[in-house]
Each structure stands twice: as C-alpha cells, then as structure tokens.
C-alpha cells in the first residue's frame, strides 16, 4: 500500500491477496479478516424480550416482520415486551426508558440504524454497557446481519433463542447534532457497524432522495458524487497522530460490509478492540472511479496506490467548515468528531456456527 509523507503518518497496513481467486481490476480479493475473534459464549436463560420494531424498514414492512417475529418468540414460550418507533430518533429514546433485568435481550428488528438507536439508547441508560442485543433483519441495507449471517426472521429468532452470543465492540462516537445549516449543539452515538466523511456521505445524502429507488440508489448516489468530484480538506488524527491534507474519503468501519454491501473494510472484525479505516486520499475522478470498482469487486480497493488501512483505538475529525457524518447509515451529524472504541461493551446473538 502507497504511504505519502511516511514520516508525518502512521504506517499504513498491509494485505495479503488471496492467490487463490482470479486477478480482477489488477488485483485478487484480498485475505479477510475473521469476523469474530474470540470465541462466542453460550445463551443463557431469557427472562424477557423487549422487541423493538421500526415499522418503516424495509419499504414498510418492519411492522409485519415485528408482529411475525413476537408470535414465533411466544410460540417458544418467551415473554415479548413489543414497542414501535413513530420517528427516527424514537427507539433510542424507547430503549433508554427501559426497566431491563438481567437476563433480558433487547431485540432489533430493522436495519443498521434502528440497531444503532436501540444501543444508543441503553448506554444512555447504562453506560458501561453489558446489555445483550439480537438483530432482526429488516432493512434496506442490513450490513451487520450480513456480517451475522442472519437471512431470515426464522433464523434470527431460532439464534436469539438457541444460538450463541459474541462480544460487540462499539465505538462513543461525539459530533455535532444535525447535518451542516442545521446544526444543534452536540450529541453522542455508539456505532456498531460504520461511520463515514467525505464523498460516501455526499453519496448517501443524494441516494436519500432517491429512495423509491431501492438498494441501486446506493451506486447511482456514489456515481453523482464522485462526478461532483467535491475537494474536502481535513484534518485526522489517528491515536495522537496527526494528518492534514485533502481527502476523497473516510471509511470507518467495525464491521466488514456497508451501504448495499458493499466489502468496504475486508480486514475487520468485530470483537478485537479496535476499529478499521480506509482512507481514499485526493483522487482524480478516473482514481475514484477505479477505486470503486475495485471495492466493488471483493474488496480489492485496499490494493490501490491512493488508499491507505489502519486500525485505531481513537480517531478525530476537524474540517474547515462543517461536513456531513453518516453513522451507522443515518446522515445525523457533522464535524468536528470525536471517537473512542469501547472493546466488548455488548453482546450480540449470533447463530451456532456450523
């Protein structure tokens, strides 16, 4: 991997490529990470399940999933506490306000945002975390389900139930509350999947409007971006390293996949105390154009001479003027940010592995 002013930067990683698949875009599919490292734990006995649904996932059809999931959850003869969220913002709130006991699981259903507000909402309650949570998949992008390996409501309770559970690093993310020309005073997140700067929320922000679309509004909103070709200077600070300069992108991940599931960060994993990211420094269009082909084919961006890897434990954000962050695919805040990982706060129901 190329490292500009190796002097002023921390040291870029280095992927292996998996020799074993065929050369696409000038490069193989690099060696992926595990996406667990430590080994999962087994269930214990469910006092109660607090459901929380966002019934506009999923074109609508959170609320049907919810109402299937609780009749298979009391069918295996758990208690099920039900709530419906009636804005965006709700769940976090719902969650905070929960009275849970121990041995209670705060189950999910709808996408990575809806996951993110619900364990936003019980830090809030409980800052040093602990809490376990499962994920019902019901959203339009579902990046943690796909690194789960969760497909249906079926398999989502069966692993809720008898499945077995994992560690969850997140990261105490502080930026300023709203987008740029909104703004409103400061707030606090806890990411478990992604948080993004620069041209992916650009893109993200122009897919929105475009939702009638369906998961392709994703790359045609990352094409407008990428012919807007916007200069973005930053400033990076990467566990008390700094770096300046002009940047296409910052995509900061605990998980592996994001957006439309799209491989953006292969050396990933989600119980190692530590958060990925990629940066995709100053790129001509043709750059950006092949560097996202090349993410787009199995992740083999992390091969090109203008994309840098690292992994940290803490990360800043400042910008000239206000930029737009996307967290965990909700565009909510702006810079500066702030982040801080906090290894193993929660846990997360997975299913057996085979």
Request: proline residues 5%; charged residues 25%.
């Given at each position: 991997?190329?490292?500009?002013?190796?002097?002023?930067?921390?040291?870029?990683?280095?992927?292996?490529?998996?020799?074993?698949?065929?050369?696409?875009?000038?490069?193989?599919?690099?060696?992926?990470?595990?996406?667990?490292?430590?080994?999962?734990?087994?269930?214990?006995?469910?006092?109660?399940?607090?459901?929380?649904?966002?019934?506009?996932?999923?074109?609508?059809?959170?609320?049907?999933?919810?109402?299937?999931?609780?009749?298979?959850?009391?069918?295996?003869?758990?208690?099920?506490?039900?709530?419906?969220?009636?804005?965006?913002?709700?769940?976090?709130?719902?969650?905070?306000?929960?009275?849970?006991?121990?041995?209670?699981?705060?189950?999910?259903?709808?996408?990575?945002?809806?996951?993110?507000?619900?364990?936003?909402?019980?830090?809030?309650?409980?800052?040093?975390?602990?809490?376990?949570?499962?994920?019902?998949?019901?959203?339009?992008?579902?990046?943690?389900?796909?690194?789960?390996?969760?497909?249906t409501t079926e398999q989502a309770i069966h692993s809720l139930v008898h499945g077995a559970r994992q560690n969850l690093d997140l990261a105490r993310v502080e930026m300023v509350n709203g987008l740029p020309g909104s703004e409103n005073g400061r707030t606090v997140r806890y990411s478990h999947n992604l948080v993004t700067w620069g041209l992916g929320v650009d893109s993200t922000l122009k897919a929105e409007k475009m939702r009638w679309m369906g998961p392709i509004r994703y790359d045609v909103g990352i094409l407008m971006a990428i012919m807007a070709n916007n200069r973005r200077h930053a400033t990076l600070t990467i566990d008390g390293e700094e770096m300046k300069g002009d940047y296409t992108l910052f995509l900061i991940q605990n998980s592996q996949t994001g957006g439309s599931m799209l491989p953006l960060a292969p050396g990933a994993s989600l119980d190692d105390g530590l958060m990925d990211i990629g940066i995709l420094k100053k790129m001509t269009r043709r750059d950006v154009l092949k560097a996202f082909g090349m993410l787009k084919s199995e992740g083999r961006h992390v091969f090109h001479p203008r994309v840098d890897y690292h992994k940290f434990r803490t990360l800043s954000i400042e910008t000239p003027a206000p930029a737009a962050i996307n967290v965990d695919g909700e565009n909510i805040g702006s810079t500066p940010l702030n982040m801080e990982v906090l290894p193993g706060a929660v846990q997360i129901c997975v299913p057996h592995s085979e």
């Open positions: 991997m190329s490292n500009d002013d190796a002097d002023q930067v921390p040291v870029a990683l280095s992927f292996e490529p998996d020799l074993s698949t065929k050369q696409k875009k000038g490069a193989h599919k690099p060696l992926y990470a595990e996406v667990f490292t430590q080994k999962p734990t087994k269930a214990k006995a469910i006092t109660c399940v607090h459901l929380l649904v966002n019934p506009f996932a999923g074109k609508k059809k959170g609320r049907k999933i919810g109402e299937h999931a609780k009749a298979l959850l009391e069918k295996e003869g758990k208690t099920v506490d039900i709530h419906f969220s009636d804005y965006s913002g709700h769940l976090s709130k719902i969650a905070q306000e929960i009275d849970a006991s121990d041995g209670d699981i705060f189950a999910v259903v709808g996408g990575d945002g809806s996951l993110s507000e619900v364990i936003t909402g019980r830090m809030n309650a409980k800052p040093d975390g602990g809490d376990l949570f499962a994920l019902i998949p019901a959203g339009t992008g579902n990046s943690m389900a796909n690194d789960l390996r969760l497909t």
